[in-house]
């Protein structure tokens, strides 16, 4: 099966990377989706940065990591 993926990277207020595809949805990943998208929010979140995963709603999923930009 054909895998379709974009990929975005856009920089306004911080930097902002975006991932989205047409696979097999979540539900069908569930089991390796381990630990790893909660340490990865989590680290992300001590910089003040963000990871969300959304669904889409014809399969696959789109995952948006957001970064401050540097105020120093």
Known sequence: R?????VKASFD????????????????AAPFAGHGVALHSTLLAVIG?????????????????TLPSDQG
């Open 2 to 6: 054909k895998l379709n993926l974009r």
């Open 13 to 28: 207020a911080g930097f902002e990377i975006s991932v989205e595809d047409d696979g097999v949805g979540l539900e069908s």
């Open 49 to 65: 940065g963000s990871l969300t995963i959304v669904p889409q709603p014809d399969g696959g999923a789109k995952v948006v990591i």
